[in-house]
């Protein structure tokens, strides 16, 4: 969701800090223009009715003000269903040790998504995607294994021929570089302000956690690892803890919400007052 916030500029008591609130999780306001800062927040997938944002502004005498808006959200489609026939090693239980390994690892995604909030947005440009290939399933829609409506697909697959390349959606620092039981050999990139790419199945991965990486930089090799039925690249996003579609991000382009470097961000303020 995007969010714009405006403020009367006063000359003689200017804003010191906007910060925010959707969904629980934290808004990073950026300043754009005199009286304007802009957002980016997440909606949970599958959520309905409405759901309540609040912004709170504070100026350098110390006076604060604050909106809260409603939004009414549209209503949830129900997946499409793509049929999958796969293998019956596919649909079979998980063991218990198994199922508690995949617990951990989606608590320890969870946990790089809670702290992107703690640096400031890091990107200067839009967000790419990290293929130029053809999409071959969309986010959200549902999936059928063996004809039996399973969960929604959380992330969208590109086309990709092992060993080809998978880039850097953005500036961003990697989090995380492991071996998943279901996501495969997994990189995770933190471009604070809350926002976080995620990168399934490669054959090999060419970063090491703490890199900084560059927006389009090589960052992997597409592969089949982890529990796939052939090679692909599986691209998820999140914003906080909350799963994102990433596509939204790209879509946001190049000049609504960049950090900016003509005019100091309120960010640092905003998450140290947290
Ligand atoms: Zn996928």
């Known amino acids: 969701m995007r969010l714009t916030l405006r403020a009367p500029v006063s000359h003689a008591d200017s804003i010191v800090s906007v910060h925010g609130t959707l969904a629980g999780e934290p808004l990073h306001f950026m ?6 800062w802009h957002a980016i927040g997440g909606v949970p997938v599958d959520s309905e ?11 350098a005498s ?12 549209p209503k949830v489609p129900p997946p499409v269903a793509q049929p999958l026939a796969v293998d ?27 702290r992107a909030h703690d640096r400031p947005p890091m990107w200067t440009a839009s967000f790419l995607k990290p293929r130029t290939s053809v999409i071959t399933s969309e986010f959200g829609s549902g999936r059928l294994f063996n004809g039996a409506l399973t969960t929604r697909h959380l992330g969208v697959d590109f086309r990709g021929a092992m060993g ?8 961003g620092v990697v989090a995380l570089v492991d071996n998943f039981f279901l996501a495969g050999n997994v990189v995770y990139i933190d471009h604070g302000g809350g926002v976080v ?3 399934f199945h490669l054959s090999k991965t060419l970063v090491a956690v703490g890199d900084t990486v560059k927006r389009g930089q090589e960052i992997g090799l597409v592969g089949n690892t982890g529990r796939v039925t052939g090679p692909h690249l599986h691209w998820a996003a999140r914003y906080g803890a909350i799963t994102v579609n990433p596509l939204d991000l790209v879509a946001l ?11 100091p961000s309120t960010t640092s303020r905003t998450s140290a007052a947290r």
């Open 62 to 73: 110390g006076k604060t003000e604050t909106a809260r808006v409603r939004f009414v959200l």
């Open 253 to 263: 382009g190049g000049h609504w919400y960049v950090s900016s470097t003509s005019r």
């Open 88 to 114: 019956s090693s596919f649909t079979k239980p998980l063991d218990a040790a198994t199922t508690a390994r995949i617990n951990r690892e989606n608590e320890r995604a969870r946990e790089i998504g809670r």
């Open 49 to 59: 009715g409405s759901l309540v944002g609040s912004a709170t502004i504070e100026r």
């Open 164 to 171: 080809e390349p998978v880039r850097a959606a953005n500036r």
């Open 31 to 36: 300043y754009s223009t005199a009286g304007t």
């Open 197 to 199: 790419t995620a990168y």
